[in-house]
């Protein structure tokens, strides 16, 4: 086991350069196995999640090669048609399989799949968009089957705007007869990533990006070289450190439509933002005030951000409220902030922060995203803060260690 110290108080300077994005890399490897033949993925990120996605698809019997940040992928080698059980129970992102190999070859079958424990998170709207297509699904002990050898395009309303149900549909979507309407689809800019790798491979996909999408059934897709945006959760969490420590910081590699939400909030709060083609650069203050938050489906404030966000908000003067509409369990982060100092109280979804001056503590990351949170800390604590349950973090950021370090943090990653 390996622990985080951070000893806060130092400013960061210089830039960032941000990694591909995790939660478009996921779907969109996976729908590396519909396409014949090779496809070459770039800007993927090296995380365990990745490296959790690799050893699925070799399991499956994909040739993958994983070198630097791209993947190359030969899917036609695949003799396996069930996720293993224990590489599904690692990620959460492994039941995007059942949508890529329903689509190429008409079954797939995988166990409930694991993650951060952040709230419920059911696949049924993922499985009623694939009964909707014509398959048969079976759930039996965990593990569920999907077969359905002659997929028909059907219309397909989810009850919520689901990134996950959205993504695996669309998969399962592109070689079904005739035209499937996705209606009410999640809208997130990884939705838009996947539709792109897909049309690239031959797929007929319109809409992406908005609450209506359309797929047109096609007879085969054909691998292709293909390059992941950047992470827009990745580039928030790094300007959210610079705002919260008072740091001028340029964050490179930004698509800054993507994070349009945050920099509303941070200029609302007195931190100055200046945007470019680039990148954003964050120009932060010791005096920022409270403002409330409340996390929705994109293009709302994002539940991956809210973590981090209410770290941030610790140091605002005044009072601030959270409320949290996407999960119900994903304020695991407060507990370990208030070991802190923190002044936090929690009421169901809705959460009141008010400023106080936080110290260094030993504290664990319950989650991916809280783990970012406690480093927001750590940037402001006095003393040295000693950060366990680090692999959380490592799932979705790439080199974070070594890119604080180059930005002035004093921090260190050390063996328990």
């Given at each position: 086991?390996?622990?985080?110290?951070?000893?806060?108080?130092?400013?960061?300077?210089?830039?960032?350069?941000?990694?591909?994005?995790?939660?478009?890399?996921?779907?969109?490897?996976?729908?590396?196995?519909i396409?014949?033949?090779?496809?070459?993925?770039?800007?993927?990120?090296?995380?365990?999640?990745?490296?959790?996605?690799?050893?699925?698809?070799?399991?499956?019997?994909?040739?993958?090669?994983?070198?630097?940040?791209?993947?190359?992928?030969?899917?036609?080698?695949?003799?396996?048609?069930?996720?293993p059980?224990k590489?599904?129970r690692?990620?959460?992102?492994?039941?995007?399989?059942?949508?890529?190999?329903?689509?190429?070859?008409?079954?797939?079958?995988?166990?409930?799949?694991?993650?951060?424990?952040?709230?419920?998170?059911?696949?049924?709207?993922?499985l009623?968009?694939?009964?909707?297509l014509?398959?048969?699904?079976?759930?039996?002990?965990?593990?569920?089957?999907?077969?359905?050898?002659?997929?028909?395009?059907?219309?397909?309303?989810?009850?919520?705007?689901?990134?996950?149900?959205?993504?695996?549909?669309?998969?399962?979507?592109?070689?079904?007869?005739?035209?499937?309407?996705?209606?009410?689809?999640?809208?997130?800019?990884?939705?838009?990533?996947?539709?792109?790798?897909?049309?690239?491979?031959?797929?007929?996909?319109?809409?992406?990006?908005t609450?209506?999408?359309?797929?047109?059934?096609?007879?085969?897709?054909k691998?292709?070289?293909?390059?992941?945006?950047?992470?827009?959760?990745?580039?928030?969490?790094?300007?959210?450190?610079?705002?919260?420590?008072?740091?001028?910081?340029?964050?490179?590699?930004?698509?800054?439509?993507?994070?349009?939400?945050?920099?509303?909030?941070?200029?609302?709060?007195?931190?100055g933002?200046?945007?470019?083609?680039?990148?954003?650069?964050?120009?932060?203050?010791?005096?920022?005030?409270?403002?409330?938050?409340?996390?929705l489906?994109?293009?709302?404030?994002?539940?991956?951000?809210?973590?981090?966000?209410?770290?941030?908000?610790t140091?605002?003067?005044?009072?601030?409220?959270?409320?949290?509409?996407?999960?119900?369990?994903?304020?695991?982060?407060?507990?370990e902030?208030?070991r802190?100092?923190?002044?936090?109280?929690?009421?169901?979804?809705?959460?009141?922060v008010?400023?106080?001056?936080?110290?260094?503590?030993?504290?664990?990351?319950?989650?991916?995203?809280?783990?970012?949170?406690?480093i927001?800390?750590?940037?402001?604590?006095?003393?040295?803060?000693e950060?366990?349950?680090?692999?959380?973090?490592?799932?979705?950021?790439?080199?974070?260690?070594?890119?604080?370090?180059?930005?002035?943090v004093?921090?260190?990653?050390?063996?328990?």
């Open positions: 086991m390996e622990k985080l110290i951070i000893k806060g108080g130092n400013k960061l300077e210089g830039n960032i350069a941000i990694s591909g994005a995790k939660n478009a890399a996921l779907p969109i490897v996976m729908a590396s196995l396409g014949e033949g090779r496809s070459f993925l770039d800007n993927i990120p090296r995380l365990r999640d990745i490296d959790n996605l690799v050893k699925i698809l070799e399991a499956l019997g994909a040739k993958v090669d994983y070198k630097g940040n791209s993947l190359d992928i030969d899917s036609d080698s695949v003799n396996l048609l069930e996720v059980y590489l599904a690692k990620m959460r992102a492994s039941y995007y399989a059942l949508g890529a190999l329903l689509a190429r070859y008409g079954q797939a079958a995988t166990t409930l799949p694991g993650g951060c424990e952040i709230g419920s998170r059911p696949i049924d709207l993922h009623k968009g694939f009964k909707a014509g398959a048969e699904v079976t759930i039996e002990h965990g593990l569920v089957e999907i077969k359905g050898e002659n997929l028909k395009g059907a219309k397909i309303y989810l009850d919520y705007p689901s990134v996950g149900a959205t993504l695996n549909i669309m998969m399962a979507a592109v070689k079904a007869e005739g035209k499937t309407i996705i209606e009410n689809s999640a809208r997130e800019p990884e939705i838009i990533d996947l539709a792109n790798y897909l049309n690239v491979m031959g797929a007929k996909v319109k809409g992406a990006g609450d209506i999408i359309r797929v047109e059934g096609v007879k085969k897709l691998g292709t070289d293909y390059t992941i945006i950047p992470d827009r959760i990745e580039a928030g969490t790094y300007m959210m450190m610079a705002a919260i420590t008072g740091s001028n910081l340029y964050i490179d590699k930004v698509l800054v439509e993507h994070v349009k939400p945050l920099i509303a909030k941070l200029k609302e709060m007195g931190v933002v200046e945007e470019d083609i680039g990148g954003v650069r964050v120009i932060g203050n010791k005096n920022f005030k409270s403002v409330d938050v409340k996390t489906p994109y293009p709302g404030f994002p539940t991956d951000m809210q973590a981090q966000f209410m770290a941030l908000l140091q605002a003067k005044g009072s601030s409220m959270v409320i949290e509409t996407v999960f119900e369990n994903r304020f695991g982060h407060a507990d902030l208030k802190m100092g923190a002044d936090i109280k929690i009421d169901g979804r809705t959460a009141m008010k400023y106080t001056p936080l110290s260094a503590a030993s504290v664990k990351a319950t989650d991916l995203r809280a783990g970012a949170a406690l927001l800390a750590a940037l402001v604590a006095e003393g040295e803060t950060i366990r349950d680090i692999y959380h973090i490592e799932r979705g950021y790439e080199d974070i260690v070594n890119k604080l370090q180059g930005v002035g004093d921090i260190k990653k050390v063996s328990e």
